[in-house]
């Protein structure tokens, strides 16, 4: 039953249990049994500080194994040891970096009539491809950068993305035709996917998932505000000093970013830390056969390159869960990013908005984001350790679907409240508040399902590039074809098929889900045997995936 995590599943266990084990081939002490034990209940407790799992394991037990032998969960440069200073101060430097790289991707949108008569184009598709050629490679890179933050680390990937994605805006500020603007633009989405490809696993770095919520809600604002503030900023900036400048103004904020977060973010990826501590020692080679698992694991540069490009298709069909939750976060994502290219058109021509105040009107979806990290991150929070509480203090990933299914009944409202108001022509505000009841309950949905993906999947950082994947790519699809829907069925029709298709995908699913997702997740080798009851973790399955 899925409330209690107990398993119901008649499936045979995928290998021996830790009572079954076969020897751990490592040059350490040998750790007992019940030592074993040990590490799997604070595995499945979940426990703060440096204690239980790391957040992207290659092998749980083997990892834990040593943990024990090294104290590793007790060293003060495990990054859940940091002090809650220490750790703030680089969840509010990741999230930075997340806010300014989605700022890139719809800054220059209010601007999009200036690049046409600049480089004289007059199709709406070509118009179109200039703001969503960014997350064709957004929705790339994490498939290539998430690995190459498992052999260096995540924080270097993040510095050098930032300092690339400025070098490319300054690219596009300066393309002297409309092809090498739309390769600097796509250039640009690939360095800048570098924090949605770390960053959810750097939060997990910081905080056990008991406590990772709040540093969760503020890493997810970044994708979701990061385009709601650039269109209100660029309006402004492309009518007054034109839409250059808009290109010189993310350069200067990646500058900033990058002055404030190479200083004082430190590494939080634990393999990556200790391998570095087993160099710098005193015997190199002493000290790095004390970690067998991690130099197996982390050593062979090409097979980590490999394994993580292929693993977020892998998790996309091999699993239900992955794959539904993530469709119906890309469908949302592409929805947001129809109402980006759609919007300067629709209140220019309806309201007779200029560049400048129609900038004003994404302020809609600003403080729809906003009021649902406040609210919806503490009632997030809230009903999951209500119901960990009523579980005997044990927490299970379906503990976030109640979220996630609050927030899923305003996604529909918010578009037929938007679609219809628009479609009348009433007064401007109106539309406006239905942009801002979707943003609520698209940013409502967003958290639990990336808590559910890191908290669910023993590879949570393909989980999340497997999402971002997903939604990066019909967000670069939607506003391609979403002006000719308008166009044929009206912008109350067409929001109205978005709407149902939001229910179709958004409530029974989850709903579903709270109830099964234990025994789907048990019938599973790539989710996390800690987030399943105790007698389901096992050494040889763990091994093998």
Avoid at 4 to 22: D, F, I, Q, V, Y
Avoid at 130 to 150: M, N, Q, Y
Avoid at 516 to 526: D, F, M, Q, T, Y
């Amino acid at each position: 039953m899925a409330s209690n995590g107990e398993n119901t599943s008649s499936e045979p266990e995928r290998g021996p249990t830790l009572s079954h084990a076969p020897s751990v081939d490592s040059s350490l002490t040998h750790v007992q049994f019940s030592e074993k034990k040990e590490i799997a209940n604070q595995s499945q407790l979940g426990q703060a500080n440096g204690h239980g799992e790391s957040a992207l394991p290659e092998d749980k037990v083997e990892e834990a194994l040593e943990n024990l032998e090294d104290d590793w969960e007790d060293d003060p440069d495990n990054a859940r040891n940091w002090s809650s200073k220490k750790k703030w101060t680089a969840v509010g430097i990741v999230s930075a970096y997340t806010f300014v790289s989605p700022l890139t991707s719809s800054m220059m949108a209010p601007g999009i009539p200036e690049i046409a008569e600049r480089y004289g184009f007059t199709s709406p598709t070509i118009a179109a491809l200039t703001l969503s050629i960014f997350l064709l490679s957004f929705a790339i890179g994490p498939l290539f950068l998430a690995p190459v933050s498992e052999m260096y680390g995540r924080t270097w990937v993040l510095h050098i993305g930032n300092l690339i994605t400025l070098a490319f805006c300054l690219g596009c500020a300066f393309a002297p035709t409309v092809g090498s603007f739309i390769a600097f633009r796509f250039l640009s989405g690939f360095s800048g996917s570098a924090p949605i490809a770390v960053g959810a696993g750097s939060v997990g770095d910081l905080f056990s998932a008991k406590d990772r919520a709040s540093a969760m809600a503020l890493y997810s604002l970044g994708p979701l505000v990061g385009p709601v503030v650039g269109p209100i900023a660029g309006g402004f900036i492309a009518q007054t000093v034109g839409v250059k400048w808009v290109f010189i103004v993310i350069a200067g904020c990646c500058g900033v970013c990058a002055a404030v977060g190479i200083p004082l973010l430190r590494e939080t990826y634990a393999p990556v830390i200790r391998l570095r501590k087993a160099a710098k020692s005193a015997d190199p080679e002493k000290a790095a056969k004390a970690h067998p698992h991690l130099q197996q694991e982390h050593g062979n540069k090409l097979h980590i390159l490999w394994v993580n490009l292929a693993r977020p298709i892998t998790l996309l069909f091999r699993s239900l869960i992955c794959f539904m939750l993530s469709l119906y976060m890309a469908f949302m994502y592409g929805i947001y990013y129809l109402m980006f290219a759609t919007f300067a058109q629709f209140f220019s021509t309806t309201y007779g908005f200029g560049p400048g105040i129609g900038g004003l009107t994404y302020l809609g979806l600003g403080v729809g984001f906003m009021t649902a990290t406040i609210f919806g991150a503490k009632f997030a929070d809230q009903v999951y350790k209500y119901l960990g509480d009523k579980n005997g203090g044990v927490c299970t990933p379906e503990m976030r679907i109640p979220a996630l299914a609050f927030g899923s009944l305003f996604v529909p409202i918010g578009l037929f409240w938007y679609g219809w108001s628009a479609q009348a022509a009433i007064h401007w505000i109106m539309p406006i508040i239905g942009t801002g009841i979707f943003a609520f309950g698209m940013m409502t949905t967003f958290l639990p399902i990336q808590l559910y993906l890191v908290d669910s999947f023993v590879y949570a950082a393909s989980a999340t590039s497997a999402a971002a994947l997903f939604r990066s790519l019909l967000g670069f699809a939607f506003p391609l074809f979403g002006q000719q829907m308008f166009d044929t069925l009206g912008l109350g029709g067409g929001n109205s098929l978005l709407a149902g298709l939001a229910i179709v995908l958004g409530i029974p699913f989850p709903i579903w889900l709270y109830y099964k997702g234990a025994e789907l997740r048990a019938r599973n080798p790539l989710t996390r045997d800690s987030t399943l009851p105790q007698k389901r973790v096992s050494v040889a399955s763990t091994a093998k995936h």
